[in-house]
């Protein structure tokens, strides 16, 4: 699909999406923007109740209600199988169907190699990479039953900044982006969209600011989270016959429509 062929904004109305990751941060605006476009949102995350960081699935999902949209407050830990399974298994059972996912949970550990202890490595692997995953592999039976969907996993820039050296989360997000963009080649024929989706600049999340070690962004690198929304609802309108196997960055997507 050509640029110029991109829609103005994406109409969800009818669409399921289930969105891993979604009670804080960029998770929360993207579910909460997926259902204002008019999908009715699966809400997974491991948060019931507030903890160390602010937000919750139900605060999330009481927002979109709130605004008239429709919500699913799903308790899901990516790294588990079951537990994913059954979020999925709940969210079908609610909705009907899933059209639409977002794998968007995700940890981050910036520390160079040398610093960064076995349990730090498997932890953004287990979340990042397998969460993704076992995310994808449950969902994919669901959208085939469609006709088509579409899915989106959240990466990062830092994939391509070889020259700042490498450390456990963005490996861990280049693996992700190994997986969707040959995944789109498998899928195509299922006529399901499969696109990585990055921040331009920096989201000052809660789980940003937890983990970028008080590191300081100038203002001109922050990106406000309404532009991860705009962006996912674009790609979650797709199907095969439109955007897939490709690695889009949110600001860049929403200029070019
Ligand atoms: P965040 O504020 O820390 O939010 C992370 C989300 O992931 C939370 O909803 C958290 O929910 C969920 N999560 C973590 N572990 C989980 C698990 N085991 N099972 C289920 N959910 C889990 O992070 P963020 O900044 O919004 O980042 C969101 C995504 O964007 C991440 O994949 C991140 O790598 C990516 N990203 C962010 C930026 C940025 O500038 N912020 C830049 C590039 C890429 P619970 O704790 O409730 O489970």
Redo the contacts with the bound molecule.
Sequence with gaps: MSDTALPATGDLTGKVAFV?????????AVAEGLAAAGASVAV????EQE?A?P???HAVAQRITAAGGRALAVQ????SEE?VDAAIAATVAEFGGIDILVA?????WLAPIEKTPLKRWQLCL???LT?VFLVTKAVIPHLRARGGGSLIA?????VDMVDRGANA?WIS?AAVERMYLGLASDLRGDNIAVNCL??T????????Q??SGGREIPPEMV?P?EA?ADAAVLLAAQNADGITGTVQRSEHLIAAR
């Design positions: 891993a990751g979604a009670s804080r941060g960029i998770g929360a997974a995350a491991r948060s903890g960081l937000g919750t699935i899901c830990d990516v790294t537990s968007n949970a995700g940890v981050m287990d979340v990042n969460g959240i990466t990062t820039t830092g989360y997000k990055s921040p600049r920096v989201v000052l999340t809660e789980g940003w937890a983990g990106e989270p991860m």
